[in-house]
């Protein structure tokens, strides 16, 4: 999707988008990496190897990018290379697959859901930086899906208004429709 891979090690890739639009060719990408994954899990777990997982953290931010002397060696520095790179991390804590901030977020067009997942601080800076969780596609859901995720947002919604009564009743029945789901 237009990006570049700035850097691998093990089976982690770091890839960088200077276009206009490259929240949403981040995102994009994103998508299409877990879907190709998921086809090759199939592949593998159908002939006995393991499945392997994946987690994505994207951030959008101000980068110092190093283009080397070679086609392809390029060094990518900065504070939104870092927090990218703790969004991949958090994954784990929450356990989703594709986290991102929300200046990523505010450089997606409709076509794609998120939902919120926390605001965490950043050493550093005064104020919290919004996670949220990539979804997916908005025109690949399904009505439950779609219904599951307007109860969670219903939820949330209820319980920043501090009215937990009604955001605990929404969350039991988010956990009802989708009872895999760990948020």
Not at 1 to 21: C, E, M, R
Not at 154 to 159: D, F, M, N, P
Request: charged fraction near 20%; aromatic fraction near 8%.
């Amino acid at each position: 999707n237009g990006g570049t891979i700035a850097l691998h090690i093990g089976d982690n890739i770091l890839s960088v988008w200077d276009q206009p639009d490259s929240a949403q060719l981040a995102c994009e990408s994103a998508i299409a990496q877990c879907g190709a994954l998921t086809t090759f899990g199939e592949w593998a777990k159908s002939r006995g190897y393991p499945s392997p997982a994946i987690r994505i953290g994207i951030n959008t931010g101000v980068m110092n990018i190093q283009w080397g002397p070679k086609k392809g060696d390029v060094g990518v520095l900065g504070d939104a290379v870092n927090f990218a790179a703790r969004l991949d991390q958090l994954n784990r804590e929450y356990g989703t697959q594709i986290l991102m901030s929300g200046a990523t977020r505010e450089g997606l067009s409709t076509s794609l859901t998120v939902r919120p997942v926390d605001v965490v601080r950043i050493k550093g800076l005064a104020h919290g930086i919004g996670l949220f969780e990539l979804v997916g596609r908005t025109t690949e859901f399904d009505s439950d899906q779609r219904s599951f995720l307007a109860t969670f947002d219903t939820g949330l919604i209820s319980y920043k208004a501090a009215d937990f009564s009604n955001a605990l009743s929404a969350f039991e029945r988010a956990q009802e429709q989708n009872p895999s789901d760990v948020l």
